[in-house]
């Protein structure tokens, strides 16, 4: 399991935005769990379908279809066992985040921290379980690459994989066997330097062929990779920076982890779907 739920800011700040901008505030469990007052805050939920962060602001921010407008916290899951990468609150009102805190010390609050972020080109909130965390000033974390990526008991094994989001290239990867994305239909996978070499020229070769915003694409800054992609406003476009990936300790990368829907290249999961030794793990 993870330390930290791991959110894009790019989801996040868009909801405390509308926390803080509204007069009125919705009454959740996780506030009456917290023994707080009413005001603008981030609320964490856990469900079977994973572990989310909303707005608790009236008028209420709905989606297209009518569902309460809410970011998911990717991660893995076991499949075996169903058991996920996020750690589960252990009282419902530690899901109640507060966008205005006073801290003596002169520290960020929730709000301010999170503009900070957007400012300063982080892509990534984690969120500590343990509101005691805060008192240390370590419940919340913005990062420009993510932590806690990939199982630390998995067993990986060499693959070919392939995905959409790479017009379709193949490469040589680890993959964690019994493990998927939390939505159950993409492996998690790391790459070798070699493979994400092949996978950065490759998609440089689908530019400037596709259309805007098709593919992203990918740059070395020192040992970390860092994943581009193109926003085009109609007057023109530029290369914005989504991601850095920080390679592990066996020089692998988790490119697209919990991201990209990274699937076996057809003729490998034809070949393991008859095998019987790789039915049998």
Not at 54 to 63: A, L, Q
Request: proline share 6%; aromatic share 8%; hydrophobic share 35%.
């Amino acid at each position: 399991m993870s330390n930290r739920l791991w959110f894009r800011i790019d989801d996040v700040l868009p909801l405390a935005e509308h926390a803080a901008g509204t007069h009125a505030h919705l009454k959740t469990r996780q506030q009456y769990r917290a023994g707080v007052p009413d005001q603008a805050a981030l609320i964490w939920s856990h469900d079977t379908d994973g572990d989310w962060l909303s707005s608790n602001g009236i008028p209420r921010w709905y989606d297209a279809d009518g569902a309460d407008h809410r970011v998911l916290a990717e991660t893995w899951t076991h499949t075996a066992t169903g058991a996920t990468g996020n750690p589960v609150p252990a009282d419902d009102g530690h899901g109640f985040l507060p966008l205005h805190t006073g801290y003596l010390d002169g520290r960020r609050d929730l709000l301010d921290l999170l503009r900070h972020a957007r400012r300063h080109g982080m892509h990534w909130f984690g969120l500590h379980p343990d509101p005691a965390s805060e008192a240390t000033n370590v419940r919340y974390r913005i990062s420009r690459s993510r932590g806690d990526i990939t199982p630390p008991l998995a067993t990986w094994t060499p693959a070919t994989v392939t995905c959409d989001v790479v017009g379709g290239g193949a490469y040589r990867a680890m993959v964690a066997t019994g493990y998927t994305t939390l939505s159950r239909t993409a492996l998690l996978c790391r790459f070798p330097l070699f493979a994400v070499q092949r996978m950065a020229a490759h998609l440089d070769a689908l530019y400037p062929a596709d259309m805007p915003g098709e593919h992203p694409r990918l740059r070395f800054d020192g040992d970390e990779v860092i994943v581009e992609c193109e926003d085009d406003d109609g007057l023109g476009s530029r290369w914005v920076e989504q991601d850095r990936v920080v390679p592990d300790a066996n020089r692998c990368y988790a490119i697209g982890a919990d991201q990209w829907p990274w699937t076996l290249v057809a003729s490998e999961a034809t070949t393991r779907a008859t095998d019987p030794a790789d039915r049998s793990r």
